[in-house]
C-alpha cells in the first residue's frame, strides 16, 4: 500500500464555485452484494472528520460514495487501462460522487470536497495534496525518495505544466506527494491547506504567480530546496496504535480468524471484497522462517513508520506478503511489524502464521 499505487480521479472540468452556504453530507454504499465489515462505520466518520479538517472543506451537498473494489472495476477503469487504478471522482458540483476502494477513500474525499466548491489548481498540487491526506493509520502510507534523483519531467517545475491527461503515472504522484510534503514541513499545514483553498489556477503561469505570492518564493526556489533536502521518507499513518506485543526468541504461532461481522474487523465481504484485521508485533533482527497455514487467505506484514533500529537496512524493512499454504525464509530487521490478515470469501476464515526462528 505505497504512495506508489496510482490514484486517479476522472478528468471533467469543475464548474464554479456554488454559492449557497448549505452543507452537504457524505453518504456511504457498499459496493453492489457486498457489505462494510464491523469496524467499518466508525472509521468512515472519523475519516471524514479528518480529512474535512486537514483540508477545511465541508461537503456543499450530499456527496455519495460508494466503497469496494468491485465498483471501482465497473466505474473507474477505462477500455483497456493497464493502470492500477483504486478510485475515481466523478462529476462536477452537487452531482460530485466517489468510487474508491477502502484504501482510497480518504485521497478521493479531497478530491470531492474540493470539487463541491470549484476549486481547481494544477495536478501537481491536486494529487500530490491528495496522496499527502491519503494515508491513514488503518491504510498508512510510507514512501522513501531522493528528488534529486528524479528525472527532469518529476521534477516540479515540469509537473506544473502537465495537465489532468498527462499526469498519469505513479512516479509522478510520489513526487508530487513528497514535494508537498516538504512545502508543508517548510510552510506549515495551515499554509499548505489555504494555498489549496486559496484560488482557481487556469494555466501553470497563474498556479505559479499564486505559489510566489501565497509563500513567499517561488516553485523553483521551493523545488530548489527540495532538492538539496536529500532523500526523505514521507508517511501518514500508523498501523500499530494498538500496540505491538513482541515476538518470542523461540518463535510464534499467531492466529487470526477474520470475520467481516466480529468486532475489529475492517474492509468489506461479499462480492469478493477484501475483509481484514490487523495485529502487530515487536520482532528482533534475524532470520526466520514464516509460513501462513490456511485454506484460504493472505497475510501482508509492513513496518510501522519509524519503528525500526536505525541499524536496519531498507532490505530488511521491505513489506512481504504471503498467501496462504506458502512459506518463505526472510532476514527481519528489528521492527515493530504490522501484519494484515485478509480473506476474500465471505465467512469466518482461521489463519494461522508460523513464525520459526530460521
Ligand atoms: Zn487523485
Do not use: K, N
Request: aromatic content about 6%; hydrophobic content about 40%.
Amino acid at each position: 500500500m505505497g504512495l506508489g499505487a496510482v490514484m486517479l480521479g476522472a478528468c471533467a472540468e469543475p464548474v464554479e464555485r456554488p454559492e449557497q452556504d448549505e452543507e452537504g453530507e457524505v453518504v456511504v454504499e457498499p459496493a453492489a452484494g457486498a457489505r462494510l465489515c464491523a469496524e467499518m462505520e466508525p472509521w468512515i466518520e472519523a475519516e471524514i472528520e479528518r480529512v474535512g479538517r486537514e483540508v477545511g472543506l465541508r461537503p456543499a451537498f450530499e456527496l455519495g460514495v460508494t466503497l469496494g473494489a468491485s465498483a471501482v472495476a465497473t466505474e473507474c477503469v477505462e477500455p483497456g487501462d493497464i493502470r492500477a487504478v483504486q478510485g475515481c471522482t466523478v462529476g462536477d458540483g452537487a452531482a460530485v460522487a466517489v468510487v474508491t476502494t477502502p484504501g482510497t477513500f480518504a485521497h478521493e474525499l479531497v478530491h470531492a470536497l474540493r470539487r463541491h466548491q470549484g476549486l481547481r489548481t494544477r495536478p501537481l498540487f491536486e494529487e500530490g495534496f491528495a496522496e499527502l491526506r491519503g494515508g491513514s493509520d488503518a491504510y498508512p502510507r510510507v514512501d522513501q525518495l531522493e528528488p534529486a534523483a528524479l528525472a527532469e519531467v518529476r521534477q516540479p517545475e515540469a509537473m506544473i505544466e502537465l495537465g489532468p491527461s498527462e499526469f498519469r503515472d505513479g512516479q509522478s504522484y510520489r513526487a508530487a506527494a513528497h514535494f508537498l510534503a516538504f512545502v508543508e514541513q517548510t510552510d506549515g499545514p495551515e499554509a499548505l491547506a489555504s494555498f489549496m483553498r486559496g484560488g482557481l489556477d487556469d494555466s501553470a503561469a497563474d498556479a505559479r504567480r499564486r505559489f510566489e505570492l501565497h509563500f513567499g518564493a517561488s516553485l523553483s526556489e521551493r523545488a530548489e530546496a527540495w532538492r538539496q533536502q536529500g532523500p526523505h521518507e514521507v508517511s501518514e499513518g500508523d498501523p500499530c496504535t494498538g500496540g505491538a506485543e513482541p515476538l518470542p526468541a523461540t518463535g510464534a504461532r499467531i492466529e487470526v480468524t477474520v470475520d467481516c461481522d466480529a468486532p475489529g474487523t475492517m474492509g468489506l465481504a461479499g462480492a469478493e471484497e477484501t475483509a481484514w484485521r490487523r495485529t502487530c508485533v515487536a520482532v528482533e533482527a534475524g532470520r526466520y522462517v514464516i509460513a501462513l497455514e490456511a485454506e484460504a487467505g493472505s497475510v501482508y506484514a509492513e513496518p510501522a513508520a519509524g519503528s525500526c533500529d536505525p541499524s536496519t537496512s531498507a532490505l530488511d524493512r521491505a513489506p512481504f506478503g504471503l498467501e496462504a499454504g506458502e512459506q518463505a525464509a526472510l532476514e527481519l530487521g528489528a521492527c515493530t511489524w504490522a501484519l494484515t490478515f485478509a480473506s476474500t470469501r465471505d465467512q469466518p476464515e482461521a489463519l494461522v502464521l508460523r513464525v520459526d526462528p530460521g
